[in-house]
């Protein structure tokens, strides 16, 4: 086999020059013509751009907040025994009135039987002595006994009569003790967990249930202590939903008058609608406070750079020559929906880079798209 001459290889050679040019021209934009025959640059990056604009946003600072109801009750017995029943199961809907469980009455009706039948003994003693104190009031009238006798039979009716009313009261008191032994529903509401069981033993701190009714929630907001001045009753409040609903406002109805000695945060309240029941007591949400409203420049999430703890943002800007990208730093604020907003540094009418900030310089040259 021969080996290729000198000018045979030159050929090949350039030959494949050829190719590789042709590819890169055709990878990296060589051709100095643009469509309709503008000169563009060829290592101009291709971006997105957006016109800031003012928009009507709010002035906010976002916090958690406990969503609490003023119409549920923890229901806890007023008796101590076992559980003999339990009438309702959780999720029930009751109605006020309505029997929830049952403790052992067994004892206590015992007692109420007992405190009667002693009733009934006195009963006849003061019937006797009212019997007594009127045959001696006739025979002092005749004469035949002293004042001092008819004064004994009245202190023995007046005391026999003391011990029944005395009983009577009692009898009344372990009655009503005796209805304690039923628990039922405060109100109208939803049954929650039930953790006790039946032939548990119970107190009175013992919970048995708890009992809500729904409607209105009242968020429990702590905010720091310094945000103190800017807050009181009327101040707006946003109630955040998942993305694609409205938030729900609301109004700050309480602000503490004293501040936590120990977190030094102040709490506020608002009351939040809830007719729908999109929301659960002792739900954790997250609500915004609502300082001010009034326009901003809202920036893309996409559009902003952090560098080194700070954050710039890009916008397309002509040289004479060319667009180039200029960084500019930014304030920013809170996230509004899927954006910044922007305390400074963006001006109304500004052409905003939202894409590829991240292959930016000042400086460089960009391509809008």
């Not at 009181?232 to 936590?260: C, H, K, L, M, Y």
Request: proline share 4%.
């Amino acid at each position: 086999m021969t080996s290729p001459s000198f000018q045979e290889w030159t050929f090949a050679r350039a030959g494949w020059w050829c190719v590789l040019l042709a590819v890169a021209c055709g990878a990296t934009g060589c051709s100095k013509k643009a469509q309709g025959g503008a000169e563009t640059d060829p290592q101009a990056i291709a971006v997105n751009v957006e016109a800031a604009a003012l928009q009507s946003v709010p002035d906010f600072t976002e916090y958690l907040a406990t969503l609490k109801s003023r119409r549920s009750a923890v229901i806890q017995p007023e008796v101590e025994g076992q559980i003999t029943r339990i009438f309702v199961r959780s999720g029930t809907r009751v109605a006020a009135g309505a029997p929830l469980l049952e403790i052992d009455p067994r004892k206590q009706e015992a007692t109420v039987t007992a405190q009667e039948a002693n009733q009934r003994a006195r009963l006849a003693a003061l019937e006797y002595n009212r019997q007594e104190l009127e045959r001696r009031r006739q025979l002092f009238a005749a004469g035949v006994i002293s004042q001092q006798d008819l004064d004994r039979a009245q202190s023995a009716y007046d005391a026999s009569k003391a011990e029944v009313d005395a009983l009577q009261a009692s009898v009344r008191e372990q009655k009503v003790q005796l209805r304690y032994y039923t628990v039922t529903a405060p109100a109208g509401g939803t049954i929650g967990d039930i953790p006790v069981r039946v032939g548990d033993r119970v107190k009175t701190d013992t919970v048995l249930t708890t009992l809500d009714e729904g409607g209105e929630l009242e968020a429990y907001i702590s905010i720091p202590a310094e945000k103190a001045p800017e807050v009181r009753v009327g101040t707006p409040v946003e109630i955040v939903v998942p993305q694609g609903q409205a938030a729900i406002r609301a109004a700050t109805t309480f602000v503490s008058p004293r501040v936590d000695d120990a977190t030094q945060l102040l709490l506020i309240k608002a009351s939040v609608p809830n007719s729908q029941g999109r929301f659960r007591n002792d739900e954790v949400v997250r609500a915004r406070v609502i300082w001010s409203e009034g326009e901003r420049v809202l920036l893309p999430i996409t559009a902003v750079q952090r560098v080194t703890g700070q954050t710039f943002a890009f916008v397309a800007e002509s040289d004479g020559k060319q667009t180039v990208a200029r960084q500019k730093a930014v304030r920013l604020g809170e996230i509004f929906g899927n954006r910044y907003v922007v305390l400074d540094g963006i001006q109304p009418g500004e052409k905003v880079i939202t894409t590829g900030v991240q292959m930016l310089a000042d400086g460089v040259a960009v391509k809008t798209e």
